[in-house]
């Protein structure tokens, strides 16, 4: 593709985006799911990553947030309202709580307080007191600049409208979460995705009294700007804040210790779906001001304070069906569809079912009632089902004996390695005999770390499998690109770029050209390893003839399962004409070595067993550093072979054999200079 169409395309993403951004945040209507909506974002910053030459300041890398809606008035915070860091573990705890130790340079403190508080999923407001009257009140905005939404502020009851206690602060922000009960959200959820989109909407309503309609919560927890705040932490601030007639939550806790912390976290996480709110992490904040002030900001966000993050969110629908996947290997991938359900703001209608073993041991059927949860943004699973709920006429499903795509029989396999029958049920067909299968093999052909063929994506590759263009790799080459151009969506510019594209890639490295080849276990490191073995195609394609299977575990890295996938490989024919055709059309470049003057010119080094002062990283880069090089296998082309602790009798015993040089750590590092 050249580049302009790269950055047209860019800047129309961008737009798409911007224009996602209008409705979501100042119409408050989003017009497509948050799913969509991610991944619109996520391929801008792909496509950033990609070409270094894109730039755009209206990028989502650099546009945090978003401006404030032009039905309000824009104002500046006095004290900007910054974000929190995210976390998800105890780890990620540990590492939080650690990282506050070294700042302040201190021991470790067991007794160093937080004030641990549920994190409302709503929208927060900055809202401003001046001698103890409600004077403005402003949205988050872009954390710098807010709306004022002062007048609909004014509508939720909860928002104090009068402070009369002399202790307030003569002027101060006040800062909290405006959001919507479940219960009041049931009665307005055909107009908003989820009670945020619902609090965000109603609280831009433009007509104050539209506002005032829907029963709107606020919760405090922090300020921005004070003058004449006299309080020291926050929990006793949270306290004051109690006092002075605001609502805080009644779960904040003052707890000491990471094991305390996780302890509250799991049980509040248990109490979640029983909260009449949605919440969606635990914040910690250093309860001590002071210490506050010492640790500041990173960023966007405060060293003192962080997100524990809930993992996972739950929901229980009914499945309607179970689709059946076939993967690039064959597997077969069961799939419940779902009566589509909102988990925290995605709308999820797929769960994976994982395999056949899995439905068998929690009997799950089609027409169950199930709890679904979704972590990250991984596959929702299923967690239970609930049998109370089945009807009388369910019956167990059948997982398939022959494959749906090609009708071949479907088998589970023995694993030699773990000596089980593999859970996972595989089509039996010679891979590209089967079209769902060579559909996978191909995506993967084109793919990223693979041949890389820009304009040639998942979906393209799909509709030219569907219009029979391609079946196997070597048609990739040989596309009939005057029938291409007439196809919808095609033109001659977009046909031209494709060409290109094509052409390009038939110049590739052996380690990206095994790769591609989608041979199960050989993944890109792997692919790596065999490339530096072979150094060159025809090495590697004579393994058809002279099935030299074995000698490939003197390879490091490559063991009994990858080399009898290899062996899998070439026993097919299919997969021998695909390499005889490829080898027609494309230039595989051989494996190089660099070399130049150092001490250890000429040289090759394998190293076998557990070294004692040295990792085998930095081994590596020794060698490198001296002009040396490191092999993955005992051959005749071996100068040293290194052994450290417990190293694999068989190379010990080839180099031998072959008269390879079988030298300790400590030798290696003498002739270095290393050592005395
Ligand atoms: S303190 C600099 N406390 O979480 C610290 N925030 O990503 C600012 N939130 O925008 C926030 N409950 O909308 C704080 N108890 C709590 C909170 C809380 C919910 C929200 C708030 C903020 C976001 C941070």
């Known amino acids: 593709m050249n580049k302009k169409k790269i950055q047209e395309e860019y800047l129309n993403k961008i737009e798409l985006l911007k224009k996602y951004n209008k409705f979501y945040f ?29 730039d755009s300041p209206q990028s989502p890398s650099k546009v945090i947030g978003h401006k404030p809606s032009k039905n309000f008035k824009k104002d500046t915070h006095r004290v900007p309202m910054l974000s929190l860091g995210n976390i998800f573990s105890e780890e990620d705890l540990n ?44 949205s988050r905005g872009d954390g710098r600049e807010g709306e004022d939404i002062t007048a609909n502020l004014e509508t939720i009851k909860d928002i104090p409208k009068k402070i009369l206690s002399k202790d307030f602060p003569i002027d101060i922000d006040i800062r909290g979460e ?18 945020r989109n619902a609090a965000s909407g109603s609280l831009r309503q433009k007509n104050s009294e539209d506002t005032k309609k829907i029963p709107l919560k606020f919760i405090a927890y922090t300020y921005g700007y004070e003058k004449g705040l006299a309080v020291k932490n926050q929990f006793d601030f949270l306290k004051k804040l109690s006092k002075w007639g605001f609502k805080t939550n009644p779960l904040n806790r003052l707890i000491a210790g990471v094991k305390n912390l996780i302890d509250n976290y799991n049980e509040i996480e248990k109490k979640r779906a029983d909260l009449d709110f949605d919440i969606d992490g635990i914040v910690y904040k250093i309860n001590d001001f002071a210490l506050q002030k010492r640790l500041g900001y990173v960023a966007n966000a405060p060293r003192w304070a962080i997100a524990h993050k809930f993992s996972s969110n739950k929901a229980v629908s009914k499945i309607i069906d179970i689709d059946i996947q076939i993967g690039r290997t064959g597997a077969l991938t069961p799939v419940a569809k779902i009566k589509p359900i909102n988990i925290g703001g995605v709308l999820v209608s797929n769960a994976t079912l994982h395999n056949e073993d899995e439905i068998i041991r929690k009997d799950i059927r089609i027409g169950d009632m199930v709890t679904l949860e979704r972590a990250g943004d991984v ?11 089945r009807s009388l006429k369910s019956k167990k499903f059948v997982f398939p004996q022959n494959c749906p795509s090609c009708g071949s029989k479907t088998i589970k396999e023995f694993n030699k390695v773990t000596k089980k029958v593999d859970a996972v049920r595989r089509c039996s067909s010679e891979g590209y005999y089967c079209n769902k299968i060579s559909i996978e093999k191909l995506k993967h052909f084109v793919s ?68 591609a080849l989608g041979i199960r276990h050989i993944g890109l490191e792997n692919a790596k390893l065999l490339s530096k073995y072979f150094i060159s195609f025809l090495n590697f394609k004579n393994l058809s003839k002279n099935k030299n299977f074995n000698d490939l575990l003197n390879i490091d890295g490559i063991g009994e399962t990858q080399v009898s996938s290899i062996k899998v490989f070439f026993e097919n024919e299919i997969n021998i004409k695909v ?19 150092g001490l250890l010119k000429d040289k090759s080094f394998l190293v076998t067993g557990k070294l004692k002062g040295i990792s085998r990283a930095e081994v590596k ?56």
């Not at 919507?180 to 107009?191: G, P, V």
């Not at 001296?626 to 009798?649: A, D, F, M, Q, R």
Request: glycine content about 4%; charged content about 30%.
């Open 621 to 676: 880069s020794l060698i490198e550093e001296n002009s040396g090089n490191t092999v993955s296998s005992v051959s005749k082309k071996l100068n040293y072979l290194i052994v450290g602790e417990k190293p694999t009798k068989r190379k010990v015993e080839n180099a031998k054999a072959l008269k390879v040089k079988v030298i300790t750590e400590n030798e290696f590092l003498k002739m270095l200079n290393k050592t005395g």
């Open 26 to 54: 100042s119409k408050s209507k989003p017009l497509v799911l948050d799913s969509k909506y991610d991944e619109l974002k996520k391929e801008i910053l792909l496509l950033e990553e990609k070409f270094k030459f894109l």
């Open 95 to 138: 590492n939080f709580q650690k990282k506050i130790f070294n700042f302040l340079s201190v021991e470790r403190d067991p007794n160093l307080l937080f004030s641990a508080e549920p994190k409302i999923d709503g929208i927060s407001a900055s809202l401003t007191y001046k001698n103890g009257i409600f004077f403005k009140g402003l």
């Open 448 to 515: 990223k770390e693979a041949f890389n063929i820009d304009g040639l994506g998942k979906k393209i590759v799909e509709e030219f499998c569907r219009l029979k263009l391609i079946k196997f790799p070597q048609d990739i080459f040989k596309l009939n690109y005057q029938k291409i151009e007439k196809l919808e969506g095609w033109g001659r510019l977009s046909v031209e770029n494709l060409k290109y594209s094509v052409n390009q890639k038939k110049n590739i490295s052996l380690e990206r050209f095994i790769f």
């Open 579 to 597: 390499l005889n055709e490829l080898e027609k059309v494309l230039v595989i470049k051989d494996a190089t070595t660099n070399q130049n003057d």
């Open 178 to 195: 405006v959001f919507i009960q479940n219960k009041d959200f049931q009665d307005i959820k055909e107009k908003f995705a989820n009670p």
């Open 379 to 389: 596959i929702p699973h299923i967690l239970s089902v609930d049998i109370k709920k």
